[in-house]
């Protein structure tokens, strides 16, 4: 399973990808906002950075306006991605830009039949929403096994991006589900890496060589 980051921080993105665990970013408008730059210079810089995929989201709503949109960011570097919503418009622009040989992740899924719609369109993602679906006592987990399972009966190529994933548990279920991609805050990357029983650990280590060391 691939690892993408879901942030605009490039300090936090050059971190994490320092560790070589970044396949790649995602990002959206909310999340652009909360860095107080522009759109065009966050995004460009995260391309320098990592050579996979990075998702840059429309902000139109209309296909016309969300196609032109598409045109414009895929000028900015070779491995952006076109983020555009599920809707009958973004689904309209998907197919167009599909057929150009624009990769296009479909956001904001909800359910099994969205997922369908989206890869039916030609999307080269589509994205899950775990965390929302879990906020309102759905299954955000059943949704992406069930995913997984009919693009595997049909061989469908579009790639799952399970999406919306705050816990360490999240990650490790959709490990377990099959999902190709998780896009991971940089606040939950950390906690990936840690365990109380390997800085326990670690501790007893030191104490028994600094008993050693003193003998």
């Known amino acids: 399973?691939?690892?993408?980051?879901?942030?605009?921080?490039?300090?936090?993105?050059k971190r994490i990808?320092?560790?070589?665990?970044?396949?790649?970013?995602?990002?959206?408008?909310?999340?652009?906002?909360?860095e107080g730059r522009n759109f065009e210079?966050?995004?460009?810089?995260?391309?320098?950075i990592v050579k996979g995929p990075v998702s840059a989201e429309v902000v139109a709503l209309d296909t016309k306006t969300m196609i032109a949109e598409a045109?414009?960011?895929?000028?900015?570097a070779d491995n952006i991605v076109v983020k555009i919503p599920m809707t009958e418009e973004g689904l309209a622009a998907v197919n167009i830009l599909s057929k150009e040989g624009i990769k296009t992740n479909v956001t904001l899924v909800f359910s099994l039949a969205q997922g369908l719609m989206a890869a039916k369109a030609g999307a080269t993602y589509a994205s899950?929403?775990?965390?929302?679906?879990?906020?309102?006592?759905?299954?955000?987990?059943?949704?992406?096994?069930?995913?997984?399972?009919?693009?595997?009966?049909?061989?469908?190529?579009?790639?799952?991006i399970s999406a919306s994933v705050r816990t360490i548990n999240h990650v490790q279920d959709v490990a377990l589900a099959g999902s190709d991609i998780a896009t991971i805050p940089g606040?939950?990357?950390?906690?990936l890496w840690k365990h109380p029983l390997t800085e326990a650990g670690i501790t007893q280590f030191l104490q028994d060589w600094e008993t050693f060391s003193k003998k």
């Open 1 to 13: 399973m691939k690892f993408f980051l879901d942030t605009a921080n490039v300090e936090e993105i």
């Open 17 to 34: 990808s320092a560790l070589g665990l970044v396949d790649g970013v995602t990002t959206n408008p909310s999340i652009i906002a909360k």
């Open 71 to 76: 045109h414009n960011l895929v000028k900015w």
């Open 128 to 160: 899950p929403f775990l965390g929302r679906l879990d906020d309102i006592s759905a299954d955000g987990l059943s949704l992406v096994k069930d995913l997984r399972s009919v693009f595997n009966t049909y061989d469908i190529k579009t790639e799952i």
């Open 41 to 48: 210079e966050v995004i460009k810089e995260i391309t320098t």
């Open 187 to 191: 606040t939950l990357f950390p906690k």
